[in-house]
């Protein structure tokens, strides 16, 4: 999907916890950043994601690139915080206007369980309990996330939409986006591999 940075640049986003109102161009108008679109803060699916772009948040930190969450809603935040699953700032947006305008797709009940059983699924679902991450049932299940990359000024480098509800924009792509994959650390960056694994399927997406 083609993306026009300018046509969300006004749309605005809530500061998690201080409800601070700004425009998502705010981001990008003075430094680089990576801004990740969450699908929910109790899914373990999301804890993860946050999770594993703690080993490369130092880097981007060292480089002058923002880190940003951003969930649907405030619903469940206050576990999110309180778990310290991601090390970056973390907002939610007005309305769903945003995710929609960006192309991220909603499941139906039926699809979303489907989705569970996908390799890829049961894979994060093993490591996400092998870390001890838990998960929820609050808030909206059926919606899907992304991530945008973005140069100072309004470049945009990446526009990334989750084909299901455990995809993700990879450690060493995100790195290789800005320039950085020298940084990159295969060994120990994790989400280069999440290893194969049957698992149950009762966690919380």
Known sequence: MSTDITTIGSHKVKSIPSGESVELRSFWQEQNVAIIFFRRWGCMFCRLWAKELGE??????????????????????????????????????????????????????????????WKQSREAIYKGKSLGLGGDLKGDWVQTGGALLVEKGGNL?????????????????????????????????????????????????
């Open 157 to 205: 480098l990446r526009h990334f939409s989750q084909q299901g509800p455990s995809d993700h924009l990879s450690n060493e792509d995100i790195l290789k986006y800005f320039g950085l994959e020298n940084e990159y650390k295969a060994d120990t960056m994790a989400n280069k591999k999440r290893e194969e694994t049957e698992c149950p399927t009762e966690a919380k997406p």
């Open 56 to 117: 490369i948040a130092p880097i981007l930190k060292k480089n002058n690139i923002r880190l940003v969450g951003i969930g649907v809603e405030n619903t469940g935040s206050r576990e999110f915080i309180d778990g310290k699953f991601f090390d970056g700032d973390l907002y939610y947006v007005e309305n769903l206007a945003t995710y929609q305008t960006l192309g991220f797709k909603r499941f139906n009940v039926v699809t979303i369980i489907t989705s569970l059983f």
